[in-house]
């Protein structure tokens, strides 16, 4: 993932428990109206109980929207329940966070109503990346929020931080790595194409992603943990069992803020930034309201509040935000990010997944 839409339950959590301490924004007021309502798809627990909380109800004073959420379930379960009742007419909800490769496999059908960005007060904020078109150029999805993987660190055992991703190939790390087990969520493709490759141009071709797997395969004599669950690598994190892997930014973060012997470094290639779209189902009546509803939480101040009390990176352009040096730092750089081959996971998947099994994990 799309971290967004797979199961990262300690994701959700975080988000909830930030998003419980959101404080009050305002927006000036527009289609006031009784009968205007949307239904959102967020994710379940603490996440959409938090929004439920502290950003629907800002959202309805701000614009006279009431939303009614929608709890979405993890993985492409979404994705197919809306193309399904997208056939029959139906929208479960109007606008859904979506993971940047559903967003992608949703547009092979159409299933998403093109956005007029011109609804979008500051769409020219918008970094690049979090702009999500149709091959025709029609805007599918704009981001909702945004994160990290990062190099982490125990620094009990690394009183120094390394500064590139090469120290995971690096023979003194050996038995010492926590790494993601997917390609598809781990992007460790990515990391050794900018590392190794000049970028990740060099995956367009067959022969390009056969090199990046044959040079990420060097780096299995250090891995300790493929992980999918993200509390155990996190555990093995703190006690130094697993020293050094790939995590997220924004938990390491937080780890460290409660005393955790851990560091999250962006090194010199760049960190991982993954994120997930807004996106509005063909079938949904609530054009004017969803992009009234994407206009706001796309303002500086929401994106900063989120940034401040979630842990998300923000989906606009540092010199609208309002974040101190430190507050940025603590969940985005400026150094330029490795921005994952989504592409990849939709038009080659079954092959990727075959060779990642093959040479990587198997």
Same mark, same amino acid.
């Given at each position: 993932?799309?971290?967004?839409?797979?199961? !990262?339950? &300690?994701?959700?959590?975080?988000?909830?428990?930030?998003?419980?301490? *959101?404080?009050?924004? +305002?927006?000036? /007021? #527009?289609?006031?109206?009784?009968?205007?309502?949307?239904?959102?798809?967020?994710?379940?627990?603490?996440? !959409?109980? &938090?929004?439920?909380?502290?950003?629907?109800?800002?959202?309805?004073? *701000?614009?006279?929207? +009431?939303?009614? /959420? #929608?709890?979405?379930?993890?993985?492409?379960?979404?994705?197919?329940?809306?193309?399904q009742a997208a056939k029959a007419g139906q929208a479960p909800a109007d606008l859904s966070m979506m993971s940047q490769t559903s967003t992608l496999k949703g547009q092979a059908t159409e299933l998403w109503t093109p956005l007029d960005t011109s609804k979008f007060k500051h769409f020219d904020s918008l970094?690049?990346?979090?702009?999500?078109?149709?091959?025709?150029?029609?805007?599918?999805?704009?981001?909702?929020?945004?994160?990290?993987?990062?190099?982490?660190?125990?620094t009990d055992v690394f009183p120094t931080a390394p500064d590139s991703w090469a120290a995971l190939w690096d023979p003194a790390n050996a038995d010492r790595l926590g790494l993601l087990a997917l390609a598809s969520n781990s992007f460790l493709l990515e990391v050794t194409a900018t590392t190794f490759m000049g970028g990740t141009n060099a995956l367009d071709t067959e022969e390009g992603l056969l090199k990046a797997f044959e040079k990420l395969?060097?780096?299995?004599?250090?891995?300790?943990?493929?992980?999918?669950?993200?509390?155990?690598?996190?555990?093995?994190?703190?006690?130094?069992?697993?020293?050094?892997?790939?995590?997220?930014?924004?938990?390491?973060?937080?780890?460290?803020?409660?005393?955790?012997?851990?560091?999250?470094?962006?090194?010199?290639?760049?960190?991982?930034?993954?994120?997930?779209?807004?996106?509005?189902?063909r079938a949904s009546k609530k054009i004017d309201e969803a992009h009234v509803f994407i206009d706001y939480m796309s303002q500086p101040a929401v994106q900063a509040l989120m940034s401040r009390n979630v842990g998300t990176a923000p989906t606009l352009k540092r010199d609208v935000l309002d974040l101190s040096a430190e507050e940025f730092a603590s969940v985005s750089s400026e150094i330029p990010p490795i921005i994952p081959r989504y592409d990849l996971y939709t038009s080659k998947a079954d092959w990727i997944n075959q060779k990642w099994t093959e040479l990587i994990v198997g």
């Open positions: 993932m799309n971290r967004i839409i797979d199961s !990262k339950f &300690s994701r959700r959590a975080v988000l909830g428990a930030g998003l419980a301490t *959101a404080g009050v924004l +305002a927006m000036p /007021s #527009v289609l006031r109206a009784q009968d205007k309502s949307l239904k959102v798809g967020v994710y379940g627990g603490y996440f !959409k109980d &938090s929004f439920d909380k502290h950003i629907f109800p800002e959202f309805t004073k *701000a614009t006279g929207i +009431a939303v009614e /959420s #929608v709890a979405e379930p993890t993985g492409e379960a979404w994705l197919v329940q809306l193309e970094l690049p990346q979090f702009v999500n078109k149709y091959p025709d150029g029609r805007v599918a999805g704009i981001g909702a929020v945004a994160w990290y993987i990062t190099l982490v660190t125990n395969a060097e780096v299995k004599p250090n891995v300790r943990l493929w992980y999918r669950d993200e509390a155990q690598f996190e555990q093995a994190l703190k006690s130094g069992e697993i020293p050094m892997g790939q995590y997220y930014h924004d938990v390491t973060g937080l780890a460290a803020k409660d005393g955790q012997p851990v560091r999250s470094t962006f090194p010199k290639e760049g960190g991982i930034q993954d994120s997930g779209n807004w996106v509005l189902s």
